[in-house]
Nanobody, 121 residues
Framework: QVQLVESGGGLVQAGESLRLSCVAS???????????MGWYRQVPGKQRELVAH???????NYADSVKGRFTISRDNAKNTVYLQMNSLKPEDTAVYYC????????????WGQGTQVTVSS
């Protein structure tokens, strides 16, 4: 099992920045199987959507809505993934969830408890 703990959410005004962090913990073996880490977000009544993810080799993928504003990074030595969010907009308001995926069989997906990000106009 892998546990994910997010931090860094909060209330900011439009145009400001926030940095989310997610620390993964578990046995050395299970942590070593994690290849993909990322951030999703969800607002009430809507499906959870991908914000960004990053592989263990550093390749990244972003939702079109955040390209150029958000940057995902990871520190493999600390088992931590970050999401730097700049130029925040009210439509970025959501609960942000950290996700970690073991891509080798059996494929497993782990989720954090979520952290609220609220952007006021």
């Amino acid at each position: 099992q892998v546990q994910l703990v997010e931090s860094g959410g909060g209330l900011v005004q439009a145009g400001e920045s926030l940095r989310l962090s997610c620390v993964a913990s578990g046995s050395i073996y299970t942590i070593g199987l994690i290849n993909l880490m990322g951030w999703y977000r969800q607002v009430p009544g809507k499906q959870r959507e991908l914000v960004a993810h990053i592989s263990s080799f550093g390749s990244t993928n972003y939702a079109d809505s955040v390209k150029g504003r958000f940057t995902i990074s990871r520190d493999n030595a600390k088992n931590t993934v970050y999401l730097q969010m700049n130029s925040l907009k009210p439509e970025d308001t959501a609960v942000y969830y950290c996700n970690a995926v073991q891509t080798v069989v059996p494929v497993r997906s782990y989720w954090g408890q979520g952290t609220q990000v609220t952007v006021s106009s």
